[in-house]
């Protein structure tokens, strides 16, 4: 039981505070993604109406491509920020609370020859990649765990 109030108080006094700013962030880079998707309307029907009217797909590929690439160059950095400041805010407090011995490091992951030692993985690796490393000592058992796409 105490340990469910010393999370609910965690939670209430660290996490809330920032999870609401972050929550507002999200809502910022949402309204972003609309302002975008608005002005890309016009176009995207221009380029549509002339690629059938003259039989020729190519305005309705370049005015994809662009879109594409102003999402990738100005979208993608938003969710890239975001999801760094929500791993460092909130999810090093998690793994904190859960014991303070642990280090987590958000870029990191177990390497790969760590993972193929472990034996989970019985075919040949043919790309790997992680994040989320979190290593430490309890009690007396070493362990360090990531997400990996293999």
Partial sequence: MSEKINLENLYNTELKPKLSKLDSQRIEIINKI???????IIPVALSI?????????????AVAGIFILVSFF???PLWKEYRAQFKEQVIKEIIKFINSSL?????????????????????????????DLVKGTIESTQMEFSEVHA
């Fill in 103 to 131: 280090n987590y490091s958000p870029t990191d992951k177990i390497s790969q020859s760590e993972f193929v030692k472990c034996g989970i993985f019985r075919t040949k690796i043919d790309r790997y990649r992680g994040d």
């Fill in 49 to 61: 109406y002339l690629s059938i009217n003259f039989q020729n797909p190519i305005p309705i590929i």
């Fill in 34 to 40: 609309k302002k975008y998707f608005i002005i890309s």
């Fill in 74 to 76: 100005k979208i993608n």
